[in-house]
């Protein structure tokens, strides 16, 4: 969103009361005053609205065992983390990254894993590639365009998140992404306690993909 400069004679007294308030919330003066402004004119800015993406992920995740939200006070991230179920229950860290602007679309969600075991490295690896593959094959073709971009560097796999061609509200879009994220979690556990077999979690990805409406 295009910002101007402009100048407004304004009270002492409210601009320290201003500043104190931004200071205390970790921002500063342009951007409150600027959020104040249209949340009085009923007008959802895009900081508002991924905030508002973001504390619906927290809240849906908040009863989970399994994935424990944090979101950093004035980023527009959401973490969580999950314990793998392998022999020293190693912790993964995933985050849902949203962008301002959607020219590279709407966000990303990464996968953050630090482990010295090559046996649990190559086993991740090989569960990011076949997430990859699997979505190459059935998402890809319902995106009608859209790209999805896949990463994996030093304990790292990164996943572009696409603009859905559906529109839906903040809280719709939280809920999807948190469904996709709990998918991903319970599948890559499943593969690598042998659980399920690669045939498998493809079968439950394509169960789960179109029984959603929000696809990214």
């Excluded at 399994?66 to 985050?95: C, G, H, M, Q």
Aim: glycine letters at 4%; proline letters at 3%; aromatic letters at 10%.
């Amino acid at each position: 969103m295009k910002k101007t400069l402009y100048s407004l004679m304004l009270n002492d007294e409210v601009m320290r009361e201003v500043d104190m308030l931004a200071h205390s919330m970790g921002t500063n003066r342009s951007n409150l005053v600027n959020e104040i402004l249209a949340e009085y004119v009923n007008y959802v800015t895009p900081e508002r609205r991924i905030n508002d993406v973001l504390n619906s992920i927290e809240e849906l995740m908040k009863p989970s065992r399994d994935l424990r939200p944090v979101i950093a006070p004035n980023s527009f991230s959401v973490s969580l983390k999950s314990s793998l179920e392998y022999k020293y229950r190693p912790t993964i860290k995933y985050e849902v990254l949203l962008y301002k602007t959607h020219e590279d679309g709407l966000g990303e969600i990464s996968v953050n894993f630090r482990t010295t075991s090559d046996q649990l490295i190559g086993a991740m690896t090989g569960f990011f590639r076949l997430w990859r593959s699997i979505e190459d094959a059935h998402l890809l073709p319902l995106l009608h365009g859209e790209k999805i971009r896949y990463s994996l560097c030093d304990g790292k796999f990164t996943r572009s998140i696409a603009v859905p061609l559906k529109d839906c509200s903040a809280s719709e879009l939280g809920s999807a992404l948190s469904e996709y994220i709990r998918l991903f979690d319970t599948l890559l556990k499943s593969y690598l306690s042998g659980r399920l077999s690669a045939h498998e979690i493809e079968a439950a990805y394509y169960s789960w993909l179109v029984n959603t409406e929000i696809r990214f």
